[in-house]
Antibody
């Protein structure tokens, strides 16, 4: 049973870069050909997909965030990371990492518990 | 960009059947997935690929998808089913992963 755990700074100043890491346990990030995603949820609002990465390093980003997003994978640590640059208050949200158990399916079976990131000076 | 439209809220009497819709252009040609999210918790997958239930999800949860509307059906609604429900698809022409705006289910 895969487990995902987000970590990172909970408070980021405007214009700075948000950095989060998702540690994967109970399985290898390099196996299965799965995509590894970041999803966020502003307070009181719906879910927004940020992007995903394959163990190969191939990435796909939400076009609305693409210019500011970088997702990377560290196979040696069995984790993947999110960087979001030039943040504003609109980036305040609970950030989730998530993945599937279906190499041909783009749906999310496993989720981290989520971490709240607040953008404020 | 591909958009999914859900009603903001749906109410159902205890023990009755709730239906939550997800509208999208020719959504019947796509695989639709549904998530349940309770306050302060991460979403939980309740239906994948239109009508499949993950292990541990009660048979009361079912899904269908045709034309321009996908539907999540919750039979014999219980108080514990109160939650926000989101539909999701993968669309290769836009942001590949798209979520609906979410529907708040109230069990009366």
């Amino acid at each position: 049973q895969l487990q995902l755990q987000e970590s990172g700074s909970g408070l980021v100043k405007p214009s700075q870069t948000l950095s989060l890491t998702c540690a994967v346990s109970g399985g290898s990030i390099s196996s299965g050909g799965y995509s590894w995603s970041w999803i966020r949820q502003p307070p009181g609002k719906g879910l927004e997909w940020i992007g995903y990465i394959y163990h190969s390093g191939s990435t796909y980003y939400n076009p609305s965030l693409k210019s500011r997003v970088t997702i990377s994978v560290d196979r040696s640590k069995n984790q993947f990371s999110l960087k979001l640059s030039s943040v504003t208050a609109a980036d305040t949200a609970v950030y989730y990492c998530a993945t599937t158990n279906d190499s041909s399916g783009y749906y999310y079976v496993y989720w981290g518990q989520g971490t709240l990131v607040t953008v404020s000076s | 960009s591909y958009e999914l439209t859900q009603p903001l809220s749906v109410s159902v009497a205890l023990g009755q059947t709730a239906r939550i819709t997800c509208g999208g252009n020719n959504i019947g040609s796509k695989n639709v997935h549904w998530y349940q999210q309770k306050p302060g918790q991460a979403p939980v997958l309740v239906i994948y690929r239109d009508s499949n239930r993950p292990s541990g999800i009660p048979e009361r949860f079912s899904g269908s998808n045709s034309g321009n509307t996908a539907t999540l059906t919750i039979s014999r609604a219980q108080a514990g089913d109160e939650a926000d429900y989101y539909c999701q698809v993968w669309d290769s022409s836009t942001a590949p992963v798209v979520f609906g705006g979410g529907t708040k289910l109230t069990v009366l």
